[in-house]
């Protein structure tokens, strides 16, 4: 993508943006549940102004200090011989993820650990810290045992992962969306980024098809469909991790690149 066509995508963003009606992180607070149904959903990136237009109506959108597109930075943690990401692989629904995440934007940071207790619920503990965690100390130590079954001792940081993110909010239920775009990993050999895709995920007390988000992913040709962040910029930046299982969903991601609204 050319400079002036990434600017003018953002721009187009960005005035959709401007027309919802705002929240503020406060309200989030109230709303957000670290026990929750999550789904998620890929489309290209062409789609999402024509997306955010259908979806005005139903939602707000999360503005803090004047910004509504949020940019995140995140380490994920994994032993040296990838253990988290084989057991994503061999069973997704006992997923674990380790990660520490900084909002840019706020200058926040926390430690997280975020667990798959079934095909679409997940569990999420996380602690404030004041800066990005890089290396794991004796605190984040305490906090993994206190939430899972893994020795934080041959947990190493594994991954860099950033993107800038919308969140909207339901103005008539506790419902969530997050949409992620310019999605980049790097380590310390290399860099990639996975261009021309969307992200979404719809944050939920109890799975609900008759989500206006839901709805209009369907109208757009998007199903339901699994996505690790963390397994994708794995097996793309660590050759000696198996490409087997991960071909079907690299080929949708080179498909929605490329403008195919069916390939999700």
């Known amino acids: 993508m050319s400079s002036h066509s990434a600017c003018s995508f953002a721009d187009q963003v960005r005035d959709r943006l401007a027309a919802f009606a705002p929240v503020p992180l406060e309200a989030i607070g109230q709303r957000a549940s670290q026990d929750r149904c999550d789904t998620k959903f890929l489309l290209p990136q ?61 200058g926040r940071s926390f430690f997280e650990l975020k667990r798959k207790i079934g095909p679409r619920r997940s569990v999420k503990a996380r602690t404030e810290t004041p800066d990005i965690v890089t290396e794991l100390s004796a605190a984040e130590g305490t906090f993994i045992a206190a939430h899972a079954q893994i020795d934080s001792e041959r947990l190493q940081p594994t991954i860099w992962n950033r993107f800038e993110r919308i969140t909207l909010v339901s103005k008539t239920s506790r419902e969530r969306v997050t949409l992620d775009v310019g999605v980049h990993f790097q380590i310390q050999t290399g860099a990639i980024q996975i261009p021309g895709v969307v992200v979404g995920e719809l944050k939920q007390e109890r ?22 962040k963390y397994c994708v910029g794995a097996v793309l930046l660590y050759p000696q991790l198996k490409r087997s299982q991960a071909r079907p969903k690299l080929r949708m991601l080179a498909k929605l690149a490329r403008g195919d609204c069916h390939a999700a």
């Open 46 to 106: 062409g789609q999402l102004p024509a997306l955010l237009d259908s979806l005005r109506q139903d939602y707000r959108v999360l503005e803090v200090g004047g910004v509504r597109l949020h940019h995140y930075r995140t380490l994920y943690f994994d032993t040296a011989g990838f253990d988290l990401y084989r057991r994503h692989q061999r069973a997704a629904r006992r997923a674990l993820k380790v990660r520490s995440r900084q909002y840019v934007d706020s």
């Open 207 to 228: 799975f609900d098809r008759t989500s206006p988000f839901f709805r209009h992913m369907r109208s757009l040709g998007s199903r339901p469909t699994g996505f690790s």
